[in-house]
């Protein structure tokens, strides 16, 4: 099946510092991602839909220039926390989809934030 | 509201049991629907893709009443790696609207 690569999967920053997370598709090509975080005990929340070669559109409640998304290429979607804090430790997760509505999404491995 | 509703458990079964998970939608243009396993600290992934008609797989059997905006998954004869978080899905696009979770342990 399709794999969707994510990396790093565990970071440490210091406050105020960012941090940047890939999110690959390995085998096929995608046109849109999606930013998902979770906290504990808590579900999927979407952030984010990364388009190639056009702005991210966010969810409402998400900051977009704290979260900053870039799809540049149709394999590679970056989200990068800005001026992190303890509040944004969490685990970020990105999805994507090989063809249309309907399809599976597969899933990165996740890459679990601690802010300290 | 949150667009997908599922009770958070934890359900505590033996070995062998069938337990039931259910879920409610509220956004009627929801087109697709899906059931997926997260185990601690691990990305989803796809149990089963729900039909309007029912669908099983092996012990597991998914339904969907679109009338209800009810989505169920019956798990017969649970194994011990059956311990999981089993996620409600729907979606009314390509993004994924993801329910909270309903945790299942299975002990021997």
């Known amino acids: 099946g399709a794999v969707v690569s994510q990396h790093p999967s565990r970071v440490i920053c210091k406050s105020g510092t960012s941090v940047k997370i890939e999110c690959r598709s390995l085998?096929?090509?995608?046109?849109?991602m999606f930013w998902y975080r979770q906290f504990p005990k808590q579900s999927l929340m979407l952030m984010a839909t990364s388009n190639e070669g056009s702005k991210a559109t966010y969810e409402q409640g998400v900051e977009k220039d704290k979260f900053l998304i870039n799809h540049a290429s149709l394999t590679l979607s970056t989200l990068t926390v800005t001026s992190a804090h303890p509040e944004d430790s969490s685990f970020y997760i990105c999805s994507a989809q090989d063809t249309g509505v309907g399809t599976e999404a597969f899933f990165g491995q996740g890459t679990r934030l601690t802010v300290v | 509201r949150k667009e997908v509703e599922q009770d958070p458990g934890p359900f505590n079964v033996p070995e062998g049991a069938t337990v039931a998970f259910n879920c409610t939608y509220s956004n009627s243009a929801s087109q697709s629907f899906f059931w997926y396993r997260q185990d601690c600290r691990k990305e989803p992934k796809l149990l089963m893709s729900v039909y309007s008609s029912g669908n099983e797989d092996g012990r597991f059997t998914a339904q969907l009443n679109r009338a209800s905006q009810y989505i169920s998954l019956l798990i017969r004869d649970s194994k011990l790696s059956d311990s999981a978080t089993y996620l409600c899905?729907?979606?009314?696009?390509?993004?994924?609207?993801f329910g909270k979770g309903t945790s299942l342990l299975v002990t021997p």
């Open positions: 085998d096929f090509q995608a046109t849109t």
């Open positions: 899905v729907a979606s009314s696009g390509y993004a994924l609207n």
